[in-house]
């Protein structure tokens, strides 16, 4: 299906800049484009990727992704029935859930590419999406939000009373964009245009597999009770500065720093802002730490993980020009100009705000594109307005659904995508309608 989507974004994008006059600006944005898309985000993520890899690897060898395998087995279990019960795609995929629930972007894209490269170590076909890697996509571009922050920080920015107000919006849109996402991936797979037959594996390992070393890593000693004693001394000390977020004011003088950047808000939102501000730090040191005292040499095998991340940016970089390249035709040939003017009055009869239509028909398309409109938004609207609440909603329950296809299919060069678009794309729909429906009755 991608194919025929990519084929049809080019198409279009010249048959619009011709007939509008804008191709020379078309073939300007799309080699431009072809250099940010290597320069700016695939090395740029390389460097990130080799961070989270290492401390990924740290966590495979020290035993922690089957530990939280084997304690979510019961659910994965029926969201992925063809992964054996404590592989480690699951934990992976665990910890890339929990990232993107925290609004930490640039640790949950790596953690999802490790999760993909296991996941290809189960695939009977190499080159075809499974089952699983449909599924698990479908719930990355449907991710459930607790901390929507990029929004809440424009927000703020714009001068909004309260720009927290649409964390309670956001996540229950994204709720359902998640069980959305899920249903449709599992009611997809089962159609015969997106079947895909049982076939024996060869023995030919796939691209993005990692060493069968990794997948069976030999078993750590258990923590010593010294090593014991320090691992609650660690999760004590950050309990106190999670305690400093929540509470200001209760620590010392010299702790105190720790909580200065506390948002303002009630109890439940200094919460969810101190996890999200403490969870990048803790994840950071706790692995290391955890490792160390089961005696793994961290320092090697967080260099053997990291060794990883030129490989998959090696990978990812043809399906992230393409992917980007026929996006930027899009937008320079002047298409979603075109398709807002041709699908207002529908979507006004609708009662759909027709300002929201540009942000709505860009965000499955380009995150920085959509953040653009979401701030001329706030700025011809007010930033605590219905139509920008919604906007603000929309904005932090959805996904570049194209983007994240290209660099998690990319990273194990996976090309025949099955039913991956139709399933986020059914999810971002939910979660714009959703939003709307949710923000009428909370704001109206």
Known sequence: MLNWIWLGFILVAVLVGGFTGRLPELTKGAFETAETAVMKIALPLMGVMAIWLGIMRLAEQSGLVHVLARFLRPVLRRLFPEIPGEHPALGAMVMNMAANMLGLGNAATPLGLRAMAHLERLNPHPGTATNAMCTFLALNTASIQLVPTTAIALLAV???????????????????AAVSGVVASKLLERLPGFRVLPAARSGEEPAGAPPDAEDEPPAAPPLTPVGRGLMLLFLAAFGLLFLGMV??????????????????????????????????????????????????????????????????AQRVVPFL????????????????????????????????????????????????????????????????????????????????????????????????????????????????????????????
């Open 158 to 176: 714009a001068g909004s009373a309260n720009p927290t107000a649409i964390v309670p919006t956001a996540f229950l849109a994204t709720v359902c």
């Open 247 to 312: 509470v200001p004011g209760i620590l010392p003088h010299g702790w105190a720093r720790a909580a200065a950047g506390a948002p303002q808000g009630g109890t439940g939102m200094r919460i969810l802002n101190g996890v999200s501000v403490l969870a990048v730090p803790f994840l950071l040191s706790f692995f290391p730490l955890y490792a160390a005292l089961r005696q793994v040499r961290v320092y090697e095998q967080f260099v053997e993980g990291a060794r990883e991340a030129w490989g998959v």
């Open 321 to 444: 020009v393409a992917m980007l390249v026929a996006v930027r035709m899009l937008r320079e040939a002047g298409v979603i100009d075109l398709m807002t003017r041709v699908l207002g009055p529908v979507m006004a009869g609708l009662k759909f705000p027709a300002d929201l239509l540009p942000m709505v028909l860009m965000r499955p398309l380009s995150g920085s594109a959509t953040q653009g409109i979401f701030v001329e938004l706030l700025g011809r609207l007010g930033p605590d307005s219905l139509g920008s609440r919604m906007a603000g909603t929309i904005y932090g329950s959805t996904e570049t659904t194209f983007y994240v296809l290209a660099v998690y299919f990319g990273s194990v060069s996976v090309r025949r995508t099955r039913h991956a678009v139709l399933a986020g794309l059914t999810a971002d729909l939910v979660a714009v309608a959703a939003s709307v429906a949710i923000c009428r009755l909370a704001f109206a």
